[in-house]
């Protein structure tokens, strides 16, 4: 059976940074509090003419340079995203056409902020089961563009960027051990954008009533996220037969710096073993993982670390997905 490996990796974020000062101008609310409350500094945003498609084909044409392979190579292209260019064609049917990979089948995955752990399943799946060989997993957001810039619970947390990984049939890069994934649609109503589909389609009364933008419980999802963060991670390691110390770092989802302490505290992990970019970018939703996987493989880890990626968040959903490097 061929081994699914992780054979390259990339990622965008766009120029421009908006920081927790500038926001002190477009609502109520102090760079103080954001920092203090979320661990967030700075996040970047789309330029008017940047789509996630043109986040995403950054982010991907690195990931296929690094790992080593032609767009043509590709027989699949995933795309994880809560904000797709538009509702049809899918944003990875638009990348498709960006990069010229006419051998790959291309469609959108909506798992929300574990939209990216959700794709690498499919893929491990699809090269295991010997269908595909290479297959390109993006997570991409422009977030930007569905926050309500008038609520100052919301539009301080998130940020746009773009994170790709190829995922090969053997070859080198890290192997991935095991995916495990869940979700709870019971729950679902505390992590919304309620209007444009076909509940409730594009009107007067939704656009004047602001539901074309993201609406959070912020407490309910925090509640969720410390405990599902702990479960996605010992679920998988039972499923492996291994246990907290095997893992040498963690890539969690990046939503609040205290979510990313409390769990480092009750595992007894230091913050140094833990994947923090959310100073840089706030909250990148399915970009969030990718941007911080890239960012990891760059500092070249050792052959033989193991490096648990954890995601969670609306629909709701939680995935986990363990990755072991290998010697060169
Ligand atoms: O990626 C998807 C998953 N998302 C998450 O995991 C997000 C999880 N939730 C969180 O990270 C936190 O709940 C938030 C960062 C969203 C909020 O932090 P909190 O400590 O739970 O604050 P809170 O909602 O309890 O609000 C505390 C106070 C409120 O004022 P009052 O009612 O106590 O007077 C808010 O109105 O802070 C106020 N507040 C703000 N103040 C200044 C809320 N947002 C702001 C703001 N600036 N931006």
Not at 9 to 17: D, E, I, K, N
Not at 290 to 310: I, N, T, Y
Request: net charge negative.
């Amino acid at each position: 059976m061929p081994r699914a490996v992780i054979s390259g990796t990339g990622a965008y974020v766009p120029t421009r940074v908006l920081t927790n000062k500038e926001l002190e101008s477009v609502i109520d609310t102090t760079a103080d509090w954001i920092l203090s409350r979320t661990g967030i500094s700075e996040r970047r945003i789309a330029l008017p003419d940047e789509a996630t498609s043109d986040l995403s084909y950054f982010a991907a044409k690195q990931a296929l340079e690094n790992a080593k392979l032609l767009s043509t190579d590709i027989d699949a292209i995933i795309v994880a995203t809560v904000t797709p260019d538009m509702l049809f064609p899918s944003t990875a049917c638009i990348i498709q056409a960006k990069l010229g990979a006419k051998n790959a089948v291309a469609f959108d995955l909506s798992a929300a902020c574990t939209g990216f752990v959700y794709g690498l399943q499919l893929a491990v799946q699809a090269i295991e089961s010997g269908s595909w060989r290479h297959v390109l997993v993006v997570g991409a957001e422009t977030l930007s563009r569905i926050v309500d810039w008038q609520d100052r619970n919301t539009c301080v947390l998130f940020g746009d960027g773009a994170g790709a990984a190829v995922v090969s049939a053997d070859g080198k890069g890290p192997r991935i051990l095991g995916v495990h994934l869940g979700a709870d649609g019971t729950e679902g109503h505390v992590l919304t954008l309620p209007a444009g589909g076909s509940r409730l389609p594009a009107s007067l009364e939704t656009v004047n009533g602001r539901r074309h933008f993201v609406r959070m419980n912020g407490q309910e999802v925090y509640k969720f996220a410390v405990r599902i963060v702990d479960e996605a991670c010992s679920q998988l390691l039972d499923k492996l037969g291994l246990n907290y110390e095997d893992v040498d770092f963690y890539i969690p989802h990046q939503a609040n710096l205290r979510i990313i302490e409390g769990f480092a505290k009750r595992l007894k992990v230091p913050l140094a073993k833990i994947a923090v970019n959310l100073d840089r970018y706030g909250n990148m939703s399915g970009a969030s993982i990718p941007v911080a996987l890239h960012e990891f493989s760059e500092r070249q880890p050792r052959a033989g670390d193991k490096v648990m990626l954890v995601g969670f968040g609306g629909g709701l959903t939680w995935g986990s997905c363990l990755l072991e490097w290998q010697v060169d």
